[in-house]
């Protein structure tokens, strides 16, 4: 992205720059003129930094069976966050001002707090090639050697018309030197101007970096689509891509653009609470596993933890129960979707976070540790056959994603058999008040995670490899044999 912002610099350096995925299509026709209404007719510049479109899917598969098109996320998230400091930048159908990508803060807070103290570093950068009234060598300085993108910035920052004065050869040998690979050695980009570095969720590490110079963002939902894309088609690459998002998203929590971090950043204290929201999404892991796990383990050991069905608390945490996914339920239905989508979603964000969650929070901290580095992988979209595009049901192979959910369930059977058999063996009253919260969550989460049951019983792509099986059930075993109950 950023060679590309290098090269349309020097081409026609215009002032709104769109963004688009590989896999996406313009489905609306006057796109550019809605986000232009934004940018043009905001009372002030501040107000709309960038424009995000909702990301949506055109051959989606019906009740979203893999959770990925993420209609409460478009639907609410993103809506309530116009009332704050704007949507999130998603990495594709947006406009952006080309000013916010080069650390340019707002037009009303340029001079303020002249000696630059409280800027923040992107917005430092700014003030310094201010002070040096715009020089070519400063500007080259920052954004690299090429005169020819300098002049090209200078404009920029200082809203005047850019003139390409250049031949259309020397043109493209210019482009060719700042598309180069080593033009960005000792220049800001990456890490001052442009889209951001050190995270595979750049977009959003870029986003927030816009929102802490004062920029306002804007999310566009008009009434025919503006762009379509495609989905993972397949429950595998929907996982990956969570992996992908989630360590991405954990990189930038433990980064310098931290969002409890900074107290100098002009952005809003709310718009901080939701970036952090996002950003600790990996976290959600560990609690989750062991909340799989642990009515379980008790009911092996003939322990308990939930009220029994006798305890007046137990009424509480029915009411818990049912208004959590009572709620849920409701947002689904509110937007036109149906139960069996509800009920994908829900299930499939509890496998999310048994494994590309827990996974991603492991990767970043071998990150920390400097043990290996995260990796950007590529989602793949598709086959290109219709059997494979149209699929609903969960494919599997050896990859280490389905160890863990693999494992929880082993666990939970275990518990259930358990449970079942002091049931049949009439010990109701033990049952009863002491382990039915306890096989009730067990069987909740086996539930959830039934695309898993039908695995261990199917072959082929929908069947889990023995490899998984094997690791899975040894893992299974270590955790269980602590726990398991004396009769």
């Known amino acids: 992205m950023n060679v590309m912002a290098r090269v349309s610099g020097l081409m026609t350096n215009s002032p709104f720059i769109l963004n688009l995925d590989c896999d996406m299509f313009v489905k609306n026709s006057k796109v550019i003129q809605h986000a232009m209404c934004f940018f043009l007719d905001c009372k002030f510049e501040r107000d709309c930094g960038f424009v995000q479109f909702p990301q949506l899917f055109y051959r989606s598969i019906k009740d979203d069976p893999f959770g990925s098109q993420m209609k409460i996320f478009l639907?609410?998230?993103?809506?309530?966050?116009?009332?704050?400091?704007?949507?999130?930048?998603?990495?594709?159908?947006?406009?952006?001002?080309?000013?916010?990508?080069?650390?340019?803060?707002?037009?009303?807070?340029?001079?303020?707090?002249?000696?630059?103290?409280?800027?923040?570093?992107?917005?430092?950068?700014?003030?310094?090639?201010?002070?040096?009234?715009?020089?070519?060598?400063?500007?080259?300085?920052?954004?690299?050697?090429?005169?020819?993108?300098?002049?090209?910035?200078?404009?920029?920052?200082?809203d005047t018309q850019y003139i390409v004065h250049s031949s259309p050869s020397s043109a493209i040998d210019e482009a060719l030197n700042v598309a180069s690979c080593c033009y960005e050695t000792n220049t800001a980009w990456g890490k001052e101007v442009g889209w951001m570095y050190g995270s595979t969720v750049e977009d959003v590490m870029t986003g927030f970096k816009i929102h802490c110079l004062g920029w306002h963002s804007v999310f566009c939902i008009p009434e025919q689509p503006a762009f379509l894309g495609t989905a993972p088609g397949n429950g595998l690459d929907s996982l990956v891509q969570m992996r992908r998002w989630v360590t991405g998203l954990l990189e930038i929590f433990l980064s310098k653009l931290c969002p409890f971090l900074g107290i100098d950043r002009d952005i809003m204290v709310r718009q901080r609470m939701v970036y952090a929201y996002f950003t600790l999404w990996g976290f959600l892991s560990v609690a989750t596993f062991f909340y799989a796990i642990l009515p379980a383990l008790c009911l092996l050991s003939g322990k308990s933890f939930l009220p029994g069905i006798s305890n007046p608390a137990f009424a509480i945490a029915v009411a818990l129960f049912v208004s959590i996914y009572g709620f849920k339920l409701f947002e689904f239905l509110r937007i036109g979707g149906s139960i069996r989508e509800w009920w994908n979603n829900q299930r499939m964000w509890l496998i999310q976070c048994l494994s590309p969650f827990l996974l991603a929070t492991f990767d970043v901290l071998m990150k920390l540790l400097r043990v290996s580095e995260t990796v950007f992988v590529v989602t793949p979209k598709g086959t290109g056959e219709e059997d494979d595009c149209c699929e609903s049901d969960f494919t599997f192979d050896s990859s280490s994603l389905f160890i863990i959910p693999t494992t929880v369930l082993f666990i939970n059977l275990a518990a259930i058999v358990s449970g079942s058999v002091i049931f049949v063996a009439g010990r109701y009253h033990i049952f009863r008040d002491k382990l039915f919260a306890e096989y009730f969550c067990s069987l909740w989460v086996m539930i959830n995670l039934w695309p898993f049951v039908k695995g261990l019983v199917r072959k082929g792509k929908r069947g889990i490899p023995w490899n998984v099986v094997t690791k899975s059930a040894a893992l299974a075993l270590i955790l269980c044999s602590s726990t398991w109950r004396q009769n």
């Open 75 to 158: 639907s609410t998230l993103a809506r309530g966050m116009d009332g704050l400091q704007g949507a999130i930048y998603c990495g594709t159908g947006c406009f952006h001002r080309r000013k916010t990508l080069y650390g340019v803060p707002p037009a009303a807070d340029q001079y303020n707090n002249k000696d630059g103290r409280n800027f923040h570093n992107h917005a430092k950068v700014f003030h310094d090639l201010k002070t040096s009234s715009w020089s070519l060598e400063a500007l080259s300085n920052t954004f690299g050697p090429s005169s020819a993108l300098a002049a090209s910035v200078q404009t920029v920052m200082r």
